[in-house]
């Protein structure tokens, strides 16, 4: 009834001249106006996801950079460590991954050193990966949306033009007013998967690229960590 109302509101405003895009869904068929909701709803959610994900990615980024840079200037790896609690920083987990594995380590009777090195470096590694995989984990969502949705806007359109083709049967008219509606109606379907999938492939390519950045910088600092606490190893 509200959508039966702002379509009417618009066409009294002067619009009948133009398409609108109200009166073009509420005339549809119950399949395509399916079609054109579930698009619309993966359309908000792919919103949400790029809106949460920069937000997130711009906490993190800058926790991550502020750890980093107490962590290397700290006097002790493990004393800073304790005093931040910055476990829920991915730098803070690939620390504490390291640190545990070089304690075991250094406790062991019977030092081997190349035994230490790999088993220290897989499990800052096997860090690294499960803190990129997080964060990459919402992105499988846009992927989805921007290699499906033309498809879903494409199969409402097609059923929308077999619609008409069908209402041209049952009225014997072929004339364009009678095919022009409904054909218009299908298209906006695809319209709309467009817009879905669209900024939902623009932002996956970029938010990719801003992960795969990421996991570097965490693959540089648990480089930088393997070297220094091996070294201590060896040392001792």
């Known amino acids: 009834m509200t959508l039966d109302l702002l379509a009417a509101t618009l066409d009294f405003a002067g619009d009948t001249g133009r398409l609108n895009p ?19 709803l993966a359309s908000i ?13 711009g906490s993190i980024a800058r926790r991550c950079n502020k750890y ?9 790896f493990e004393a800073y460590q304790k005093e931040r609690r910055r476990g829920e920083v991915p730098l803070g987990k690939i620390a504490s ?12 009777k019977t030092f081997d050193p190349e035994g ?23 992105l499988n969502f846009l992927a989805t949306v921007g290699s499906v949705a033309p498809f879903v806007g494409l199969f409402g359109t097609v ?12 009225q014997q008219n072929s004339s364009l007013a009678v095919v022009a509606p409904g054909i218009s109606e299908a298209l906006f379907a695809t319209a709309i998967g467009l817009f879905a999938a669209i900024p939902a492939v623009i932002a996956y390519n970029r938010f990719s690229h801003r992960v795969n950045a990421f996991e570097a910088q965490l693959q540089r600092f648990a480089d ?4 220094a606490l091996t070294r201590q190893l060896e040392s001792r």
């Open 22 to 40: 109200i009166k073009l869904f509420l005339d549809a068929d119950i399949v395509v106006q399916a079609i054109m909701i579930g698009l619309i």
């Open 45 to 57: 959610w792919v919103w949400t996801i790029i809106v949460t994900f920069m937000m997130s990615m």
């Open 68 to 76: 980093e840079d107490g962590f290397w200037e700290a006097q002790s």
């Open 97 to 108: 991954a390291g640190l545990a594995e070089w304690r075991r380590n250094a406790a062991l």
């Open 116 to 138: 230490a090195r790999q088993r220290i470096g897989m499990a800052m590694n096997s860090t690294v990966g499960e803190e990129a995989d997080k964060l990459a984990d919402r």
């Open 159 to 170: 059923w929308g033009i077999m619609n008409s083709f069908f209402q041209i049967g049952q």
């Open 224 to 227: 930088k960590l393997h070297a």
